[in-house]
């Protein structure tokens, strides 16, 4: 409820002057001469409905922090270097398993970083050869370079109304990729420096298509005897979910539930109609389970990861 409250009735600024993941809010004004009036406004807000800020979190007046872990200045959005040590550490995959986990994860990271697949070409080369594969110096140069490539990645920035985009396309026999940036004057720099620009569409693509997913599913049921009861759609609704649910994803091969929460969900239709898992229930049994599926959850995701990247 409380994200729901902070979006509608405590910040009605937000498209404005706010920029709000969650409960850490960060406030900007796009003119300097209104941010006191843009903070009172938003401090006013937050005295009507009674909510305090945490004092050991707010700023004022500084020309870059520390937000969700990134580093937020007038620049744009940069990676915290304490965050990346972890990358920085990292050590060659030794088997077979470890480099399908590391391939799985460029796969995923490929998505908003330019070019990574291309990097990854000579791991792909060493899982065709099985587990008996030979580590070279080609994948030796391609996983530091991996390493140096996500360990400093470019300064994020947000794109102004009417300023001009650059479109790069870059293609080669096993990889095409795109980035799009804008060129900006900073300060301390002669020339223009280009910065790839980072957005979220309105329109939400993923959305859209899970709900042409739950159409079709309404209409095939309709197609028979409902033909002739077209508002009778709203009582098929549930079981069409519940099919979408609990079929396992093309790319994945798990239930949607299984990668939200770490182990698959109990089923509203089990609680109403007591079923053998619920009846059946004993919470040290229970305990021990989670605890092997916590351990099992790192090893699930990167097998799915992997079938993510063999499917594409």
């Not at 293609?171 to 280009?194: C, D, F, M, N, Y």
Request: charged letters at 30%.
């Amino acid at each position: 409820m409380a994200p729901r409250l902070t979006d509608y009735d405590v910040l009605p600024d937000a498209g404005r002057s706010l920029k709000e993941p969650t409960f850490n809010t960060a406030k900007d004004s796009k003119e300097g001469t209104t941010l006191i009036e843009d903070l009172k406004e938003t401090f006013d807000n937050l005295d009507k409905f009674c909510l305090k800020l945490n004092p050991t979190k707010c700023s004022f007046g500084v020309p870059a922090g520390e937000l969700l872990g990134f580093l937020v200045s007038a620049r744009g959005i940069e990676a915290n270097p304490e965050k990346i040590q972890a990358i920085v550490t990292m050590r060659k995959p030794t088997k077979l398993k470890e480099i399908q986990q590391l391939t799985g994860r460029v796969a995923a990271l490929s998505r908003f970083v330019a070019r990574l697949g291309e990097k990854a070409l000579p791991f792909y080369a060493l899982i065709k050869q099985g587990e008996k594969f030979q580590w070279n110096e080609e994948a030796d140069r391609a996983f530091e370079n991996l390493k140096r490539t996500i360990s400093t990645p470019p300064i994020l920035v947000a794109p102004k109304e009417k300023e001009p985009l650059l479109l790069y396309i870059a293609a080669t026999p096993q990889v095409v990729s795109t980035a799009l940036v804008v060129e900006r004057e900073e300060e301390g720099k002669l020339h223009g420096v280009q910065r790839p620009v980072y957005f979220i569409s309105e329109t939400n693509g993923q959305v859209e298509k899970a709900n042409g997913i739950i159409c079709n599913g309404i209409k095939k049921r309709m197609l028979g005897p409902l033909e002739k009861a077209r508002h009778t759609w709203p009582e098929e609704l549930p079981s069409v979910l519940w099919s979408i649910r609990t079929t396992p994803n093309t790319a994945m091969q798990e239930m949607p539930f299984f990668m939200v929460h770490g182990a698959k969900a109990v089923l509203p239709i089990e609680i109403e109609h007591d079923s053998p898992r619920v009846t059946e229930y004993d919470e040290e049994t229970s305990r021990r389970a989670l605890e092997d599926d916590v351990d099992a959850l790192d090893e699930a995701r990167d097998e799915v990861l992997s079938r993510v990247a063999k499917y594409q």
